[in-house]
């Protein structure tokens, strides 16, 4: 019989949370409770894909580069974003192996370092809004404008920190690699930090571009030209709501897409928050998607039979 196939979204923050260091060990630990709900949705029956943010992740290696530039030439953001790809799997990997283990389930767990293609048109090369890296001085500013050709904001009265653009995904590189791993009883975790941004140049060659991709976008796409079954797209409040945060919240349990593209267009789900999520979950919809939950980490188990987060669906 065969299996469904689920892919999980997740952001950086969940292996490394806004309260912590960003030690080595506390990574790990993170990872290891991030492995228990990964092997509880391998339990529920599905082969699984894991995509996973990386900010923080590539925020401090950006901040380790500024601190030792004088000394190591730092790496180009692309390069960064592959580096985390690299070390966040290999934290995720053994996590979620050893977790199996305890279960008595034997897969093996792969990343795949993932080029995510984008437009070189797309119109946010024109107008980068993504932060990233270290705060600086209003002097140091202006020289890494000059000296990079980028452009620098200040940013909550902290300081000043580049900004880089944020294109939409439109092609994933080793799609067809994903898709035959994860048939084959293989747990793929791909598209780190939403995976590395390269455009096909004038040569139709792959050229990396300094810029950040959404994550939730990337899985999108992902799931879509993979055609799983379930997407779970993971988030710091239980399940989605109408008036969030006023006297008349209200949550909802299950909708439909059309639904949702009203209550998006309505202004519910603002574009910092559950906007991106809701968008990503209705692109994978109208590509054929059959259904995405929406929920906080504490609250999958229960999502998973029903009893917790937002369910979205072709119709009812």
Do not use: W
């Amino acid at each position: 019989m065969k299996r469904k196939i689920a892919l999980i979204a997740f952001g950086g923050n969940a292996l490394l949370p806004e309260n912590q260091k960003g030690l080595q060990k506390e990574q790990m630990q993170n990872s290891k409770n991030a492995a228990t709900l990964m092997a509880h949705v391998v339990k529920k029956g599905y082969e699984l894909i894991i995509v996973h943010g990386n900010g923080p992740q590539v925020g401090n290696l950006l901040i380790q580069m500024e601190e030792s530039i004088n000394k190591i030439p730092p790496f180009s953001l692309e390069v960064c974003d592959a580096m985390t790809e690299g070390s966040m799997g290999y934290m995720l990997e053994k996590a979620i192996i050893n977790e199996l283990r305890k279960n008595s389930i034997d897969k093996e767990v792969i990343t795949l370092i993932t080029q995510i293609v984008v437009d070189k048109e797309d119109p946010a090369f024109d107008n980068p809004t993504k932060p990233i890296g270290p705060f600086h001085s209003k002097y140091r500013a202006q020289m890494i404008g000059r000296e990079k050709k980028c452009k620098m904001i200040e940013d909550a009265g902290r300081g000043y920190r580049r900004v880089v653009p944020s294109p939409k995904p439109i092609d994933v590189v080793p799609k067809l690699a994903i898709r035959d791993l994860v048939r084959t009883g293989k747990i793929v975790i791909t598209a780190g930090g939403g995976g590395i941004p390269v455009i096909i140049n004038g040569r139709g060659l792959f050229q990396g571009v300094e810029a950040v991709i959404d994550k939730d976008y990337a899985a999108s796409l992902i799931a879509r030209e993979v055609k799983v079954d379930l997407f779970i797209i993971l988030t710091n409040v239980e399940r989605i709501y109408l008036n969030y945060g006023k006297p008349d919240e209200k949550g909802i349990g299950i909708m439909t897409v059309k639904q949702a593209q009203k209550y998006l267009d309505q202004g519910h789900f603002p574009p910092g928050s559950m906007g991106p999520k809701v968008k990503a979950a209705i692109e994978y919809i109208q590509g054929g998607g059959k259904e995405v939950l929406i929920t906080s980490a504490n609250y999958l188990k229960a999502a998973l039979i029903n009893r917790a987060g937002t369910i979205i669906r072709p119709a009812m």
